[in-house]
């Protein structure tokens, strides 16, 4: 949420004041239907709960609301917003210069949105150290590199008896809650988990300031576990 003040200076709005515009849902389905939709807080009296009141007291006069779909197939809508000061609000050159931008701004936040979708991806199966090393183009399909490391693997003893013993759905809430507890246990000592193999679980702990560090941040995690 951009603030145009008077001489024109763009600047950050708290986000408090961009949840305000979700707070009407009126502004943003006119924004969906017809490209853009203009808020006034002076065509609202004082004392109405929501965004109105809330531009009332920052003294904006306008706040300009333009949506984009985004491409078919994908369930998101990106809503750009701009705010002013300025007495009368936005005048027609106003208007005509920010909506110009649109479709440039829907490319780069489309964009953004995607690499931000593809960095949580190749953080979560990859891990948080190579993940984002591979969306950078540092390692490439059948690279490889040595490393010194302690290496976690724990299962959980007696599954095959449980699973075929108990209802799935306990089955699965048993999995979660073990996993959750080794997960917290082996980020919270410096390791970083690599692969869930069915009640399995592979960790690593980075080994190449000190081997021996690493070993004992494993013991550490592992007696951290509950239980």
């Given at each position: 949420?951009?603030?145009?003040d008077?001489p024109l200076?763009?600047?950050?709005?708290?986000?408090s004041?961009?949840?305000?515009v979700?707070?009407?849902?009126?502004?943003?389905?006119?924004?969906?239907g017809?490209g853009?939709?203009?808020?006034?807080?002076?065509?609202?009296p004082?004392?109405?709960?929501?965004?109105?009141?809330?531009?009332?007291?920052?003294?904006?006069?306008?706040?300009?609301?333009?949506?984009?779909?985004?491409?078919?197939?994908?369930?998101?809508?990106?809503?750009?917003?701009w705010?002013?000061?300025?007495?009368?609000?936005?005048d027609?050159?106003?208007l005509?210069?920010?909506?110009?931008?649109?479709?440039?701004?829907?490319?780069?936040?489309?964009?953004?949105?995607?690499?931000?979708?593809?960095?949580?991806?190749?953080t979560?199966?990859?891990?948080?150290?190579?993940?984002?090393?591979?969306i950078?183009?540092?390692?490439?399909?059948?690279?490889?590199?040595?490393?010194?490391?302690?290496?976690?693997?724990?299962?959980?003893?007696?599954?095959?008896?449980?699973?075929?013993?108990?209802?799935?759905?306990?089955?699965?809430?048993?999995?979660?809650?073990a996993f959750?507890?080794q997960?917290?246990?082996?980020?919270?000592?410096?390791g970083?988990?690599?692969?869930?193999?069915?009640?399995g679980l592979l960790?690593?702990?980075?080994?190449?300031?000190?081997?021996?560090?690493?070993c004992?941040?494993?013991l550490?995690a592992?007696?951290?576990l509950?239980g």
């Open positions: 949420l951009c603030a145009f008077e200076l763009v600047r950050q709005l708290p986000r004041r961009l949840e305000l979700r707070s009407e849902p009126q502004v943003l389905l006119d924004a969906l017809r853009h939709s203009r808020f006034r807080p002076g065509e609202h004082r004392g109405h709960d929501g965004m109105a009141e809330a531009l009332w007291d920052d003294r904006y006069t306008e706040v300009l609301v333009a949506g984009a779909r985004c491409p078919a197939g994908q369930q998101a809508t990106i809503f750009m917003t705010a002013t000061r300025r007495s009368g609000g936005f027609e050159g106003d005509s210069a920010l909506l110009s931008l649109i479709p440039t701004l829907n490319l780069v936040i489309r964009a953004s949105a995607s690499r931000t979708l593809a960095e949580i991806v190749a979560t199966y990859l891990g948080p150290r190579t993940g984002p090393r591979v950078a183009g540092e390692i490439h399909r059948g690279d490889g590199e040595k490393r010194e490391a302690a290496i976690w693997f724990s299962d959980l003893r007696g599954f095959s008896n449980l699973s075929s013993s108990l209802p799935p759905k306990t089955v699965l809430r048993l999995l979660d809650d959750e507890a997960v917290e246990a082996v980020t919270a000592g410096g970083e988990v690599l692969k869930f193999m069915g009640d960790a690593m702990f980075d080994g190449d300031a000190s081997a021996r560090g690493a004992r941040a494993a550490a592992a007696r951290a509950p």
